[in-house]
């Protein structure tokens, strides 16, 4: 995916600092925002009654800069700008967090889309770099029952003060979206009717492809529409692509989740060769719990 912004294209934004309260604690990001070297912006809360401020910043300044954890009673936010963001991901992931944000510092926002930002919902922690390389703000949810609003309110905020639209690859974070949409103004949202990983990549691949003159929402839901999805165990994987797959088909995205092995990447390589010889198979290292394999189709009857 090929995001569209210039080096300058955060020049003229302000920053805006990242504050999550629970009850009479607060961790907050204010004054945290200053880019240093690493391209990538991750952001994550999480719960330890253990003072884990040195041990987490340790792990942090082995892979990137800007390194910020704070802490009061047992609520610890961490901050870094890396160029390894899915190492950042993993760091919160195991860390337990409870929200994890991405973005990418100089490709989050083009003058065409200066008003209207992108947030991306995703329950795979391997598909953080690439949606942000293309632009939009990434809220990782590994497990969509434990989203707090806070956390989409922060992504929404990040991502645009005017218009923002959301694309969701879960139900229930796509349900969330739609409540937040309906209870603010500002920013407004505009909430794909999406439901799946894949249509979230080929969503966000083609907002990076936008034009000027085209419309962001519409051309995501555009793309969004136009896959065929499948969720898979590894076992019956050979069935759905012998069912999805045809001549005419042109995309082929595989996201598997943690454990899957390689081969099971590479056997769907061989039987998408034999049906549509010209088609592209990309394969993401999702991360994701379950299921073993997630599946998007793009082209084809």
Not at 273 to 300: K, N
Request: aromatic residues 2%; proline residues 5%; charged residues 20%.
């Amino acid at each position: 995916m090929e995001a569209i912004a210039g080096p300058d294209a955060l020049a003229a934004l302000p920053e805006v600092p990242w504050e999550l309260r629970d009850g009479r604690s607060r961790v907050s990001t204010e004054g945290l925002h200053a880019h240093g070297g690493g391209a990538y912006e991750v952001m994550f809360v999480t719960h330890d009654e253990d003072n884990i401020r040195d041990a987490l910043t340790g792990s942090l300044e082995t892979i990137g800069d800007s390194v910020a954890v704070t802490g009061a009673h047992d609520l610890w936010q961490a901050h870094v700008h890396t160029d390894t963001p899915h190492a950042a991901v993993h760091s919160g992931v195991a860390a337990g967090a409870s929200q994890i944000i991405v973005r990418h510092l100089t490709h989050g926002h083009d003058a065409d889309r200066a008003s209207t930002g992108m947030v991306a919902l995703t329950t795979c922690p391997g598909l953080a770099e690439p949606l942000a390389d293309a632009g939009a703000v990434v809220l990782v949810v590994p497990d969509p029952a434990t989203l707090k609003r806070r956390s989409l309110r922060r992504a929404v905020k990040d991502a645009s003060a005017e218009h923002a639209v959301v694309v969701a690859g879960h139900p229930h974070l796509r349900a969330a979206a739609r409540e937040l949409a309906a209870r603010r103004r500002r920013p407004a949202l505009t909430v794909l009717d999406t439901d799946h990983e894949a249509q979230v990549i080929a969503a966000v691949a083609a907002a990076a492809l936008l034009t000027p003159g085209q419309d962001l929402a519409e051309e995501m839901a555009h793309a969004a529409a136009s896959v065929k999805v499948s969720s898979s165990s590894g076992d019956a994987l050979d069935d759905d692509v012998d069912r999805m797959v045809d001549a005419s088909t042109e995309v082929v995205s595989l996201i598997l989740a943690a454990g899957v092995p390689d081969a099971v990447a590479d056997a769907v390589h061989l039987s998408v060769r034999a049906t549509a010889p010209g088609a592209d198979v990309h394969v993401y290292r999702g991360g994701q719990h379950s299921p073993a394999v997630l599946m998007g189709v793009e082209g084809g009857a």
